[in-house]
């Protein structure tokens, strides 16, 4: 039987949404073993001076504990 358990990050980029997602999983990844699925609860920008200076996501992030 597997046990999974679920935590919630933020991450941010400047390029893009999807840049974003991705330095999100790779960085929960150096953290928690087992990493197996994510899903994407928020997207929001922040704008300076009417331009977008930076994406931000928010995510729960699942994994298989193991003993």
């Not at 990050?9 to 991705?22: G, L, V």
């Amino acid at each position: 039987m597997a046990v999974a358990r679920v935590t919630e990050i933020t991450a941010s980029s400047k390029k893009s949404f999807e840049d974003a997602i991705e330095e999100g999983i790779a960085r929960a990844a150096k953290t928690l073993k087992n990493v197996e699925g994510a899903w994407i609860q928020d997207q929001k920008v922040v704008v300076e001076g009417g331009k977008i200076a930076e994406y931000r996501v928010n995510m729960k992030v699942t994994f298989i504990l193991v003993d």
